[in-house]
């Protein structure tokens, strides 16, 4: 088994150019000389990627990702950025599939398989995001629905292709709520999800997939969930615009 450990942060719509720059350097500075399998990746928005891939361009195990893209490679679709773009400006994964772009974006498996594609299409590779609402977990049908959106956003892939797939479980009533999942949850959907990939992929694949847990992962609970055997990192949130948190959950993947 050789999977690799992934901490990245997600900074969802915050920092403006400065405030990021900052960001970045502080990070730096905190966790420069990491081993060589754990990666750092940071998904600022937008208007922060030429400067953050600029800043982190020298420093080794750290990666630049997108938050989302468009599924098309160019054309007449105001206000969007395509894979291609991004590829140009130095990133090297883009997150898919967040619940807040399904929530909000109303983004679905199939609109999401296209990006996916768009994505590996530009020689990067996907963060792909999975996981219940609520109301899904209390009537514990939870597994089905990550069944589903795996299904749908990414089993149209061969296993090249596959292999540049990282899959992030996200329980939405953990997102930014304070309330994580607690490392059996974790483990136990982990787990699962790494079943769904060997029955369409075979045993190799499922043990080499990294699987990021993400959902108000903090420093103080980040090594008990890391700690779990199927767990391979976080995606992290509102703790990735501290760069003391941030550095603290890095340490805590090692
Ligand atoms: O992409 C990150 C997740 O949505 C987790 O966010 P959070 O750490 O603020 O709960």
Not at 106 to 118: H, R
């Amino acid at each position: 088994m050789s999977r690799t450990k992934i901490v990245a942060g997600n900074w969802k719509m915050n920092q403006n150019l400065f405030e990021g720059k900052q960001l970045v350097t502080d990070i730096l500075k905190r966790s420069s000389n990491l081993s060589e399998n754990v990666k750092v990746v940071i998904a600022p928005p937008f208007t922060q990627l030429e400067l953050a891939a600029s800043q982190i361009k020298d420093t080794e195990g750290f990666y630049l990702a997108a938050q989302n893209c468009h599924q098309e490679k160019a054309g007449a679709y105001t206000g969007e950025v395509s894979a291609y773009m991004l590829k140009s400006v130095g990133v090297d994964y883009v997150i898919l599939g967040h619940s807040e772009r399904r929530q909000y974006f109303g983004e679905d498996e199939t609109l999401l398989a296209k990006k996916v594609n768009a994505v590996l299409d530009a020689e990067m590779k996907v963060i792909f995001c999975v996981g219940e609402p609520l109301e899904i977990r209390d009537a514990n049908t939870q597994n089905e629905l990550v069944k589903k959106q795996i299904l749908g956003g990414l089993f149209h892939l061969d296993a090249t292709q596959f292999e540049k797939i990282v899959i992030a479980y996200e329980p939405v009533w953990a997102i930014g709520t304070g309330r994580t999942a607690t490392a059996e949850q974790a483990q136990d959907m982990h787990a699962f999800i790494r079943s769904v990939i060997e029955e369409k992929y075979g045993n190799d694949m499922a043990a080499n997939t990294t699987i990021l847990y993400g959902g108000s992962c903090n420093p103080a609970n980040a090594a008990t969930l890391f700690a779990c055997p199927d767990v391979d990192g976080g995606l992290i949130g509102g703790a990735s615009l501290k760069a003391d948190d941030f550095d603290a959950i890095i340490k805590a993947a090692f």
